[in-house]
C-alpha cells in the first residue's frame, strides 16, 4: 500500500488529481487496505456463512433471562418488544471481530418468549420438531484469563464453574441452559 | 477518517509534513483503522464480555448427516484432525483464533434438560444474492419460507436453520 500511497501524491504533486481526489483516494485505500476478505468473500459459494447472526433462545421469562445474559456478559439490550429482546455482541456499527467485509453484523443473542409449537411469522403450519438439540452454546469473552474469569464468576455467584480445558468454564442460567464461556484460544483445531 | 487525512494534506501542503512522514502516517491509520475493533474487544475493568460465539455444541442421531449437511451446503470446513467418529468440528467466518466460530455435530441425547431451547440459528451470508442464494438452496433440494434477505431451511434433523444478510437481519433495525 505503501507504494500506492507515494504513487497518488505524486500524482498529486504534479497536478494530475485534485486535492479533493487525493483524498478520496488515500480514504478508501486506508479503509480496505487490510479487507481483503472481502474479496475472498466475494468468490466464495452463494451460501458460505461469515458468522452466526444471531442465537434464537426460547424460554418462560424472556426478560429475566435478558437481565441475565446482560449482567454475565456485558451486553446491553435493543429493540425490546412484549415477546422478545436483542443483546449484540457490540455497538451499532462495530464490526465483528476478525471480519473485514462491511456486510457482516455482530452476532446478537435474541432471548424470547414464544409458544414453539405456533406457526413461525408468515407461515400457516407449525415449525417441524426437530431431532437435533443444540445442548449449549460456548461464548467468547475478550482478555480470557483462567484466573480472573474464575473470580469474576465467584463474584457473579458461581462459587465452582465447571472448568473445561486451559480456556473455559461451564455454568448454567437462570434457565437451567448449559452456557460456556471460553477464550479465544479455544477453537476448532484445540485450546 | 477522511477529515484526519484531508488535514494531513493541509500539512503536507504546509510544509508541517514532509514526504515520508506523509505516507508513514497515511499507511499507520490504515492499521489502526483495520485493528479499530480489537479496542472494541476489550474486556471491562469489571465482569465478563462476550465478543462473539465461540461454539455450537449440536446432538443429533448421526453427526456425520450433519457434518455434511453444513459442509456441504454452508461451506463450513471440517478438520479432519477433530473428527473422533462421534463427532466433528466445523470452522466458519475468521480463523481459530481470530474470532472464528465451530459447529460440533455430535452423537448424543437429544432431549432437553433446561427450561430454556436455542431453537434456531441465523447465519450471515455476506454479499447476499437473492437469485443465487435461492438457487443454492435449491440445488441443495432445500425450500426456503421467510422473506427475501432472511430465510429458513431445515436441516438433516429439522433443526430450524436461519440465513440472513446485514440488512435484514440486523440487531439495530429491529
Known sequence: ?191 | MERFIADLVTDLDSGKLDRRQFCETIMLAAAVYAAGEAGANAAPAQGLKAIGINHISYACPDYRKARDFYAGVFGMENAPTMDTGKEARLMFGPGPGAGGTFFLPRNGTTAAKAKAVVDHICYTIPNWDEAKVRAALAANGLTPTGRNGSLHVYDPFDYDIQIGNSVEENAFRR
Request: glycine share 6%.
Open chain 1, 1 to 191: 500500500m505503501e507504494g500506492f500511497v507515494a504513487q497518488k501524491l505524486d500524482d498529486y504533486k504534479t497536478g494530475k488529481i485534485s486535492r479533493r481526489r487525493l483524498i478520496e483516494t488515500l480514504t478508501l485505500a486506508a479503509t480496505t487496505a487490510y479487507a481483503q476478505d472481502a474479496n475472498a468473500a466475494a468468490s466464495n459459494p452463494a451460501l458460505k456463512v461469515a458468522l452466526v447472526n444471531h442465537v434464537s433462545y426460547t424460554c418462560p421469562n424472556f426478560q429475566r433471562a435478558a437481565d441475565w445474559y446482560s449482567k454475565i456478559f456485558n451486553l446491553d439490550q435493543v429493540g425490546a418488544t412484549q415477546n422478545d429482546v436483542a443483546l449484540p455482541f457490540g455497538k451499532k456499527g462495530d464490526k465483528p471481530m476478525g471480519v473485514a467485509v462491511n456486510d457482516v453484523p455482530v452476532t446478537t443473542l435474541i432471548i424470547r418468549s414464544r409458544d414453539s409449537d405456533a406457526p413461525a411469522r408468515g407461515e400457516t403450519t407449525p415449525r417441524r420438531k426437530s431431532r437435533a438439540l443444540v445442548n449449549h452454546i460456548a461464548y467468547t469473552i475478550a482478555d480470557f484469563n483462567k484466573d480472573r474469569v474464575r473470580a469474576e464468576l465467584k463474584r457473579l455467584g458461581y462459587p465452582n464453574p465447571l472448568q473445561d480445558g486451559e480456556h473455559s468454564f461451564h455454568i448454567v442460567d437462570v434457565n437451567g441452559y448449559d452456557v460456556q464461556i471460553s477464550g479465544i484460544e479455544m477453537t476448532a483445531l484445540g485450546g
